[in-house]
């Protein structure tokens, strides 16, 4: 006896009364997700987070990357030191912990401000604007040495050429080293890109409401969408990276400096 | 023609009593050489003896500890030097070619005259692609430095040092890192230039290359002109017992 | 003849011999082949520790100058639980890693022996788990695996009861199986093709060239880039206290809640265990880079 449907919204509508069926029939497949429109909107507002977190830190640590890699060829021995402490620090400690650092033990030093409401206080920085500076810097101390790398990777040799064509330290910086540099670094920095997006994860350790959070609160909250919790969760994150690293990987033979390497 | 005096009777490089040290060790102790406008010259010499430095020091991309170099009769290490002045006159071909990667053959001979003598695109492409006709790369304007031979590459290193329209050329051992087969077509297209007249300065290990091409060979051996002469004595009357050894191993 | 190019799974690759670029060092630690997870902790100057252990002790103690539960107090609350911490959760971090590593190893060179295997769904098979497990993050890993997998499991004559820990052992071995097993392909496929074709002219077959010729060239250079995934997995154990297993996070937690929750505690105690993670994975780095320049020499 099924009711005849038409158009995109009664297909919808259809698709939506079938894992309603699929519900009540098995109780262990419960797609909540896909016909409550509450918890749909739970996982849309879950993998925005997500986008958001990724797009934030990606920008930041990228920067964090190329001022790191500029200061460490600083004069002052100094500023030099306080860059390799900051690498340092970052890329030889958990993520995990480093979140729960900053959020935590550093986050009672910021300060706060009433909230909008007029009475509850509230810090300046919120769980997210945490995560996103704990990731940024973490992702950012990577970026750093991969920049300089890069850098140290365009041969003295090519920069007297254009030295001797007479081009001024700042033209053989421009023309030559940087896009050298960053055509050498870029599979490189892809792939800690894409560590990044899977460390986002991790926020939700300060509770920070991305796809993971969402869906594990989503199963707490109805025992019976375990399964389907499980498989989106999969599924998303698969898709996600997966997109990312196709992308990455065309980016990458597009900037490919013809006739090197494989 | 210059502003400080120079005339082209006299010499357009001209390098006197040259000392250059790395440290410690002492490259050069002592050099001396004049260059003629349209002479070529060869410099031989075991490795390390020091030729490659010279020339450097020629195109201030080394600097030296005494002595003087003038190229037209610019002193080139004067530490007020406009470098871009100097590097217009000089061009200068390396051992590996030190093309840009991620340019096409035809965007490394533009580049130069398009950003630093700030030329009209059109006019540079147009001299450009005569240069690559020039060096017989017709057809591979196109291609990137990694998708050409050895032999091709340093044929398009040389057309984007022509490129900036220089006085003199520098070729630091040009033909080392090729494979035996290309190494004759880069001669070729040094010796036409040869021909044309360029004023040419080359550390060189081909002697047969050398003998042709050259107006006067020098030949050095730790960090001194050992002996000099025009190919036609210098091979045959050799004096020196380093110059008569060091040609010995080498014909 | 069969010739030796058609070798399933195999195909060699070539490196450009223009010197133009330098070989380019820094590769992200998401890459299977390459140690430039252990590199970067093996390169820490050793005044690090020093500054580490500063901020740690020193730093909290003028940012609570004022406050009437002294930074001593603090500290003195961490020396007092820290032989529990170390002693039953951090321990608990390194049992699990160890494990992991036992079995993700295993399973891993299995997967990629099957990655250069003769039959092409066994490769495409094993070539589509490790790329799914490779691509997913570890934490969603971690809770498919807890919640999938069973607390318990029947026998018949008895029942056995699986502890958290355990789960987390298996959901970790996921991320690790997918990483070695590129890292067995990467080393397999790193002999040049020359060993295979010599092989075949003298007609081993493809086990016997496999055990007898390959593996033994490139087990050496798959050993760096193992501990390097040690190393990885090890950050990665605090994972799991997010699945209430009582490592050293939970722990310190517990530990935290038990002095009441004094904001002051929470430097130390997390400072802490950056510090301890970081003090047990840099000499495995130094001993990795060693031990890669070692091998680095005689290849």
Same mark, same amino acid.
């Given at each position: 006896?099924?009711?005849?449907?038409?158009?995109?919204?009664?297909?919808?509508?259809?698709?939506?009364?079938?894992?309603?069926?699929?519900?009540?029939?098995?109780?262990?497949?419960?797609?909540?997700?896909?016909?409550?429109?509450?918890?749909?909107?739970?996982?849309?507002?879950?993998?925005?987070?997500?986008?958001?977190?990724?797009?934030?830190?990606?920008?930041?640590?990228?920067?964090?990357?190329?001022?790191?890699?500029?200061?460490?060829?600083?004069?002052?021995?100094?500023?030099?030191?306080?860059?390799?402490?900051?690498?340092?620090?970052?890329?030889?400690?958990?993520?995990?912990?480093?979140?729960?650092?900053?959020?935590?033990?550093?986050?009672?030093?910021?300060?706060?401000?009433?909230?909008?409401?007029?009475?509850?206080?509230?810090?300046?920085?919120?769980?997210?604007?945490?995560?996103?500076?704990?990731?940024?810097?973490?992702?950012?101390?990577?970026?750093?040495?991969?920049?300089?790398?890069?850098?140290?990777?365009?041969?003295?040799?090519?920069?007297?050429?254009?030295?001797?064509?007479?081009?001024?330290?700042?033209?053989?910086?421009?023309?030559?080293?940087?896009?050298?540099?960053?055509?050498?670094?870029?599979?490189?920095?892809?792939?800690?890109?894409?560590?990044?997006?899977?460390?986002?994860?991790?926020?939700?350790?300060?509770?920070?409401?991305?796809?993971?959070?969402?869906?594990?609160?989503?199963?707490?909250?109805?025992?019976?969408?375990?399964?389907?919790?499980?498989?989106?969760?999969?599924?998303?994150?698969?898709?996600?990276?997966?997109?990312?690293?196709?992308?990455?990987?065309?980016?990458?033979?597009?900037?490919?400096?013809?006739?090197?390497?494989? | 023609?210059?502003?400080?005096?120079?005339?082209?009777?006299?010499?357009?490089?001209?390098?006197?009593?040259?000392?250059?040290?790395?440290?410690?060790?002492?490259?050069?102790?002592?050099?001396?050489?004049?260059?003629?406008?349209?002479?070529?010259?060869?410099?031989?010499?075991?490795?390390?003896?020091?030729?490659?430095?010279?020339?450097?020091?020629?195109?201030?991309?080394?600097?030296?500890?005494?002595?003087?170099?003038?190229?037209?009769?610019?002193?080139?290490?004067?530490?007020?030097?406009?470098?871009?002045?100097?590097?217009?006159?000089?061009?200068?071909?390396?051992?590996?070619?030190?093309?840009?990667?991620?340019?096409?053959?035809?965007?490394?001979?533009?580049?130069?005259? &398009?950003? $630093?003598?700030?030329? %009209?695109? #059109?006019?540079?492409?147009?001299? *450009?692609?005569?240069?690559?006709? +020039?060096?017989? !790369?017709?057809?591979?304007?196109?291609?990137?430095?990694?998708?050409?031979?050895?032999?091709?590459?340093?044929?398009?290193?040389?057309?984007?040092?022509?490129?900036?329209?220089?006085?003199?050329?520098?070729?630091?051992?040009?033909?080392?890192?090729?494979?035996?087969?290309?190494?004759?077509?880069?001669?070729?297209?040094?010796?036409?230039?040869?021909?044309?007249?360029?004023?040419?300065?080359?550390?060189?290990?081909?002697?047969?290359?050398?003998?042709?091409?050259?107006?006067?060979?020098?030949?050095?051996?730790?960090? &001194?002109? $050992?002996?000099?002469? %025009?190919? #036609?004595?210098?091979?045959?009357? *050799?004096?020196?017992?380093?110059? +008569?050894?060091? !040609?010995?191993?080498?014909? | 003849?069969?010739?030796?190019?058609?070798?399933?799974?195999?195909?060699?690759?070539?490196?450009?011999?223009?010197?133009?670029?330098?070989?380019?060092?820094?590769?992200?630690?998401?890459?299977?082949?390459?140690?430039?997870?252990?590199?970067?902790?093996?390169?820490?100057?050793?005044?690090?520790?020093?500054?580490?252990?500063?901020?740690?002790?020193?730093?909290?103690?003028?940012?609570?100058?004022?406050?009437?539960?002294?930074?001593?107090?603090?500290?003195?609350?961490?020396?007092?639980?820290?032989?529990?911490?170390?002693?039953?959760?951090?321990?608990?971090?390194?049992?699990?890693?160890?494990?992991?590593?036992?079995?993700?190893?295993?399973?891993?060179?299995?997967?990629?022996?099957?990655?250069?295997?003769?039959?092409?769904?066994?490769?495409?098979?094993?070539?589509?788990?490790?790329?799914?497990?490779?691509?997913?993050?570890?934490?969603?890993?971690?809770?498919?695996?807890?919640?999938?997998?069973?607390?318990?499991?029947?026998?018949?004559?008895?029942?056995?009861?699986?502890?958290?820990?355990?789960?987390?052992?298996?959901?970790?071995?996921?991320?690790?199986?997918?990483?070695?097993?590129?890292?067995?392909?990467?080393?397999?496929?790193?002999?040049?093709?020359?060993?295979?074709?010599?092989?075949?002219?003298?007609?081993?077959?493809?086990?016997?060239?496999?055990?007898?010729?390959?593996?033994?060239?490139?087990?050496?250079?798959?050993?760096?880039?193992?501990?390097?995934?040690?190393?990885?997995?090890?950050?990665?154990?605090?994972?799991?206290?997010?699945?209430?297993?009582?490592?050293?996070?939970?722990?310190?937690?517990?530990?935290?809640?038990?002095?009441?929750?004094?904001?002051?505690?929470?430097?130390?105690?997390?400072?802490?265990?950056?510090?301890?993670?970081?003090?047990?994975?840099?000499?495995?780095?130094?001993?990795?880079?060693?031990?890669?320049?070692?091998?680095?020499?005689?290849?």
């Amino acid at each position: 006896m099924a009711p005849r449907f038409f158009g995109v919204r009664g297909m919808l509508e259809g698709i939506r009364s079938f894992f309603k069926e699929l519900a009540e029939t098995h109780p262990k497949w419960n797609f909540i997700y896909i016909y409550d429109p509450v918890q749909t909107e739970r996982v849309l507002d879950g993998l925005w987070m997500t986008i958001q977190l990724s797009v934030f830190c990606v920008i930041l640590s990228v920067i964090i990357g190329v001022v790191g890699a500029w200061l460490q060829g600083s004069p002052h021995r100094w500023v030099r030191a306080i860059v390799q402490g900051y690498i340092q620090f970052f890329r030889n400690t958990p993520p995990l912990i480093q979140l729960l650092f900053f959020y935590f033990a550093l986050g009672q030093f910021t300060p706060t401000i009433t909230a909008a409401d007029g009475w509850t206080v509230e810090p300046i920085i919120s769980n997210v604007g945490w995560a996103i500076i704990s990731l940024s810097f973490f992702a950012g101390a990577f970026n750093v040495e991969i920049f300089r790398a890069g850098i140290e990777a365009v041969p003295v040799s090519t920069q007297e050429a254009s030295e001797s064509l007479g081009m001024s330290r700042l033209q053989t910086y421009i023309y030559i080293v940087l896009p050298l540099a960053f055509r050498v670094s870029l599979p490189a920095l892809n792939n800690n890109l894409v560590n990044l997006v899977k460390t986002t994860t991790q926020a939700i350790v300060i509770a920070v409401p991305e796809l993971l959070y969402q869906l594990v609160s989503m199963y707490n909250d109805y025992s019976t969408a375990q399964n389907a919790c499980m498989v989106l969760m999969f599924v998303v994150y698969i898709t996600l990276v997966g997109i990312l690293v196709l992308g990455m990987n065309r980016w990458e033979r597009a900037m490919r400096i013809p006739g090197y390497g494989t | 023609m210059a502003a400080n005096g120079w005339t082209p009777d006299q010499p357009i490089v001209s390098i006197r009593d040259v000392h250059k040290s790395f440290g410690e060790l002492e490259v050069l102790k002592g050099v001396s050489l004049d260059v003629m406008k349209g002479e070529v010259i060869c410099i031989i010499g075991p490795s390390g003896s020091g030729k490659s430095t010279l020339i450097r020091c020629v195109n201030a991309l080394n600097d030296i500890q005494a002595g003087s170099i003038t190229v037209e009769g610019q002193e080139v290490h004067d530490p007020n030097l406009n470098k871009l002045e100097l590097r217009k006159k000089v061009g200068m071909v390396f051992q590996q070619y030190n093309l840009f990667p991620h340019k096409t053959a035809i965007e490394n001979v533009m580049m130069a005259p &398009v950003l $630093v003598l700030k030329e %009209p695109k #059109a006019d540079v492409e147009t001299r *450009a692609r005569a240069l690559i006709k +020039k060096v017989r !790369l017709e057809g591979k304007e196109d291609s990137y430095p990694g998708e050409l031979s050895g032999g091709q590459q340093q044929r398009v290193a040389i057309a984007r040092s022509l490129a900036m329209q220089p006085d003199v050329m520098l070729f630091d051992e040009v033909t080392a890192a090729l494979d035996p087969e290309t190494v004759k077509e880069v001669l070729v297209t040094i010796k036409e230039l040869a021909q044309d007249g360029m004023t040419c300065i080359l550390v060189t290990h081909e002697m047969g290359f050398a003998r042709e091409v050259a107006d006067h060979i020098y030949f050095t051996d730790r960090g &001194v002109i $050992v002996e000099h002469g %025009p190919p #036609a004595t210098f091979f045959k009357e *050799a004096k020196d017992p380093r110059t +008569k050894e060091f !040609l010995s191993q080498i014909l | 003849m069969k010739r030796i190019r058609s070798i399933p799974g195999l195909d060699a690759t070539s490196n450009s011999d223009l010197a133009v670029l330098k070989p380019f060092r820094a590769r992200a630690a998401g890459e299977a082949d390459d140690l430039l997870f252990s590199r970067w902790i093996a390169a820490t100057p050793g005044w690090i520790f020093a500054v580490m252990a500063a901020v740690v002790v020193a730093w909290p103690v003028a940012a609570y100058a004022q406050s009437t539960y002294t930074m001593g107090q603090a500290v003195d609350a961490l020396w007092k639980w820290l032989p529990f911490l170390v002693g039953s959760g951090f321990l608990l971090n390194i049992l699990i890693s160890f494990l992991t590593m036992a079995i993700g190893t295993i399973t891993g060179v299995v997967l990629g022996l099957w990655q250069i295997s003769p039959h092409p769904w066994l490769r495409k098979f094993s070539w589509a788990v490790t790329q799914t497990f490779r691509n997913s993050p570890w934490l969603v890993l971690l809770f498919i695996v807890m919640l999938a997998f069973p607390f318990e499991i029947n026998l018949g004559f008895t029942v056995i009861l699986i502890p958290d820990w355990v789960k987390a052992v298996f959901g970790l071995s996921l991320p690790v199986m997918a990483n070695i097993s590129e890292v067995v392909r990467g080393a397999i496929q790193s002999v040049p093709s020359g060993q295979w074709e010599a092989a075949e002219s003298l007609a081993y077959s493809r086990q016997q060239t496999l055990w007898r010729i390959i593996l033994p060239q490139c087990f050496k250079r798959m050993i760096p880039p193992w501990m390097n995934w040690y190393a990885i997995l090890t950050m990665a154990t605090p994972l799991v206290s997010l699945l209430g297993v009582e490592e050293i996070v939970t722990l310190s937690r517990q530990a935290m809640e038990a002095e009441d929750n004094h904001p002051e505690l929470l430097v130390p105690f997390y400072g802490f265990c950056l510090v301890i993670f970081f003090a047990y994975c840099y000499p495995i780095a130094r001993f990795t880079i060693s031990l890669e320049k070692r091998f680095a020499v005689k290849l």
